[in-house]
């Protein structure tokens, strides 16, 4: 009998809401542009900037506070600007004439990818560099499935139109300020990657220039860039009950493999398994907002083996298949749905049940044919004495009980004394009894010969006589020394008088030969030979 019912049940997080509260959740990594790998020194070391980077070979610039020179904040070779947080921002050069269509962007990978008709908020802050001669309209951000990737230093040609974008016909010329870029984006799926600049070609643009200026480009200072859902992200889901030996698996990286994120036990698996009741927590970072979330699974009765052990079924009778406990639907092998099944045919024997939690169990039952029980002992038998015979019915054990004479229950019984034996055996569909009869007798032949004797009529020594022991099928033989039969007998009771054909036999040197079985009854006989010589003596 086995269990099929253990089916898994897989809950993927593909995911739709984690966050407890409703807040919304920034999906970019350093989001501030605060957090560092090393202080920027010269121009063009955006890769200092934690998780942001070049998409191409434009030298975006990185500003920290921690620099007290050119590229420091709020002061600077591109001006003076407080970041709008923190002590850290970007600078990337927008447009710049004289050097073609040379464009900077800024680009970073986010935290979670985005879910296909989902909304999202994206937005970023800038501000004209004091440098800049120029000032233009088309400052954007695109995000993309696969990372953008910048021809040398020229403009990014998109074969789309961009994301979201500063409108166009109004050039950002705030020298002062920091001015929002935003707007909601409605996400196609999978997009992870957010790329920042100016996408059209200097054709395209709209610009206006400032009567005092230093170089001949417009220069943009980013910052506090988000990326955030209108809706939680990701969930853990609400307490749920699982079926029994089931199990539920939190798969967080289809959507936030860059998350940063704990279980309760320490595990930082972004696929868990769970299969034990009890209560799950995760907490950590997606982007730059915090997260945490819990769960409760329960888990079902676990029914184990509902139906009967395996079973015999007797030649014209039926027996019923009885499932233990009480469940919502039935469903046999032949597609019957009744609680209870009814046969009277051997074979295998499955059913399928829904209990009231709707989980499915599935559990089977062998049914084999079965006659009286008919067996043999075998005819009545004799061995040697010390042997031991064993005693065997010749059936097996499943389904009949055995009983034999000494009240044992084996499926054999050893004997090694005489006596009568019997076995009792019954099964569902009836019984019977045999008896046989051991008998022993002694196996270890011994014989004895004179080497004379004397055919004198003194009462002494008259007769050559063997004497034997445990032997049967006597047969002596007595020849002259030219190998004349002079004498025969197969009473070993008998012996020779030393007559030859009625008439007294010289006197001399005789040989003999005595063949005789050994073994008795059923045992197994073996024929032995054994001769010698004796003296007739007168």
């Avoid at 959740?25 to 020194?41: A, I, K, W």
Wanted: aromatic letters at 12%; one cysteine or more.
């Amino acid at each position: 009998m086995y269990s099929l019912g253990n089916i898994k049940a897989v809950l993927t997080l593909l995911l739709a809401v984690l966050l407890s509260s409703l807040t919304a959740q920034n999906l970019l990594r350093n989001c501030d542009l605060e957090q560092l790998t090393g202080c920027p020194t010269i121009h063009g070391q955006i890769s200092k900037c934690k998780y942001w980077s070049s998409p191409g070979n434009g030298t975006t610039d990185y500003l920290h506070a921690c620099n007290t020179g050119n590229m420091g904040v709020p002061d600077n070779q591109f001006g003076h600007q407080a970041a709008r947080s923190g002590d850290a921002y970007a600078n990337i050069i927008s447009y710049y004439p004289q050097s073609g269509q040379y464009r900077e962007y800024l680009q970073a990978k986010l935290a979670c990818r985005l879910q296909a008709g989902k909304s999202y908020i994206v937005s970023f802050w800038v501000s004209c560099a004091d440098d800049s001669h120029y000032g233009i309209d088309a400052i954007g951000a695109h995000l993309t499935v696969d990372k953008l990737v910048q021809p040398n230093d020229d403009v990014i040609t998109l074969n789309e139109d961009v994301d979201i974008t500063n409108p166009l016909g109004h050039p950002l010329d705030n020298k002062d300020e920091w001015v929002e870029i935003h707007s909601t984006y409605v996400a196609q799926g999978g997009e992870k990657y957010i790329t920042i600049g100016n996408f059209l070609y200097n054709g395209e643009l709209t610009i206006t220039s400032f009567p005092s200026w230093e170089r001949s480009y417009a220069s943009y200072f980013v910052d506090d860039i988000s990326v955030e859902s209108i809706e939680p992200i990701l969930d853990l889901g609400p307490d749920t009950t699982i079926c029994a030996n089931d199990s539920i698996t939190f798969d967080i990286s289809a959507i936030c493999d860059n998350a940063t994120l704990t279980w309760e036990d320490g595990s930082t698996n972004k696929v868990r398994t769970i299969t034990t009741p009890g209560t799950y927590s995760l907490e950590g970072l997606i982007g730059c907002t915090d997260f945490y979330d819990a769960i409760t699974i329960s888990s079902t009765p676990d029914p184990g083996y509902f139906l009967p052990p395996d079973t015999v079924i007797c030649p014209d009778k039926l027996i019923d298949i009885i499932p233990e406990g009480t469940y919502n639907t039935y469903y046999w092998q032949d597609g019957s749905d009744q609680p209870v099944y009814t046969t009277d045919i051997e074979g295998q024997y499955w059913l399928e049940v829904t209990d009231a939690y709707g989980c499915v169990y599935s559990d089977s039952i062998n049914v084999d044919g079965m006659t009286e029980p008919v067996f043999y002992l075998g005819a009545d038998t004799l061995f040697c004495l010390g042997q031991e015979v064993t005693l065997d019915p010749g059936i097996d054990s499943a389904f009949h009980h055995f009983l034999w004479s000494d009240y044992s229950k084996g499926t054999q019984l050893t004997v090694s004394d005489s006596g009568e034996y019997w076995l009792h055996v019954s099964n569902p569909c009836g019984e019977m009894t045999d008896t046989i009869r051991i008998s022993t007798y002694n196996c270890n032949p011994a014989i004895a010969a004179p080497n004379a004797f004397t055919p004198n009529a003194d009462g002494l020594n008259d007769v050559f006589i063997l004497k034997a022991e445990n032997i049967s099928n006597f047969k002596m033989y007595i020849y002259d020394r030219w190998g004349t039969l002079i004498y025969e007998s197969s009473a070993l009771e008998e012996g020779w008088n030393g007559d030859y054909k009625g008439s007294p036999a010289p006197v001399g040197t005789y040989a003999w030969l005595a063949i005789y079985d050994i073994g008795a009854g059923d045992v197994e006989r073996e024929t032995k030979k054994i001769s010698g010589t004796v003296v007739l003596l007168r």
